[in-house]
């Protein structure tokens, strides 16, 4: 897995619709250039203010002076941990029902349903990791590589 080429990131195949959406109607601060669902290089929440809220962001690269930027969705309709964890992990399931009935074709997944345990363990990750990295090996992205610092 090591130096595999990251030409597409495949992040946004996690990350929901809704999300995307708002990403592409974003634009490069640095060179105005689109920005691109491929450009998704991280997806989180931090929290702010003094309740604990917690908000959702995406982390996303230009793809054109590649220039990070950050999207924050703090005013958009969640937010809460167990919401993001949720639509993660929702995305997460479709996409790994839609490799599996790829690969063999007509087996039935009934265990397709979100357990509590699923949102917690995803939930106590996000709250205690900060790297990008731990979190897309969480979510078995594990053929990305970070090289592309410098
Ligand atoms: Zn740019």
């Known amino acids: 897995m090591k130096g595999t080429n990251m030409g597409n990131q495949p992040l946004h195949k996690y990350t929901p619709r809704w999300m995307l959406n708002i990403i592409e109607t974003k634009k490069c601060a640095e ?12 997806i989180g929440v931090r929290s702010f203010g003094a309740e604990g809220k917690c908000t959702t962001y995406v982390e996303h690269k230009c793809g054109k002076c590649q220039v990070r930027t950050i999207t924050s969705f703090a005013k958009e309709k969640l937010s809460s941990v167990e919401d993001l964890c949720y639509m993660i992990i ?25 357990g509590d345990d699923e949102v917690d363990a995803l939930k106590q990750f996000l709250e205690t990791n900060e790297s990008h990295a731990d979190f897309l090996k969480y979510i078995g992205s594990n053929e990305i590589t970070e090289d592309d610092e410098d």
């Open 90 to 114: 929702e995305q997460i399931h479709a996409q790994k029902k839609l490799e599996k009935s790829k690969e063999l074709s007509q087996q039935q997944n009934s265990n397709s349903q979100i």
């Open 31 to 42: 060179c105005g250039e689109k920005a691109h669902k491929h450009d998704i290089c991280a």
